[in-house]
Nanobody
Framework: HVQLVESGGVLVQPGGSLRLSCATS????????MGWFRQAPGKEREGVAVISASGGAIIYADSVKGRFTISQDTAKNTVYLQMNSLKPEDTAMYYC??????????????????WGQGTQVTVS
């Protein structure tokens, strides 16, 4: 039974920084990719950043490039999202996801097979 548990979401002021964590369990081996997505009230869920199992491929949404960094600790089966220079428009529920079904479209939510419950980030 695959489980993903996010943590680290809080209320932060604009310009501040935050690091989200996602601990995974229940895998046989490692997922081929892991990523972060977000959904603001009244909006569709969107991809933020995705990283391959080797770390050799990383994709960011244009809106977060240069501000957010995705990383992973394979020994701990944990993926992180370091968020700097936060803006009010970054306010959303942030979800961790894993296991890409396809070799393309990794920032599209339907591509990912497993999801966490989310952690709320509020920038205000």
């Amino acid at each position: 039974h695959v489980q993903l548990v996010e943590s680290g979401g809080v209320l932060v002021q604009p310009g501040g920084s935050l690091r989200l964590s996602c601990a995974t369990s229940g895998y046989t081996g490692r997922p081929n990719c892991m990523g972060w997505f977000r959904q603001a009230p009244g909006k569709e869920r969107e991809g933020v950043a995705v990283i391959s199992a080797s770390g050799g491929a990383i994709i960011y949404a244009d809106s977060v490039k240069g501000r957010f960094t995705i990383s992973q600790d394979t020994a701990k089966n944990t993926v992180y999202l370091q968020m700097n220079s936060l803006k009010p428009e970054d306010t959303a529920m942030y979800y961790c996801a894993a296991s890409c079904r396809y070799s393309v479209g990794w920032l599209l939510p339907p591509t990912l097979s497993y999801w966490g419950q989310g952690t709320q980030v509020t920038v205000s």
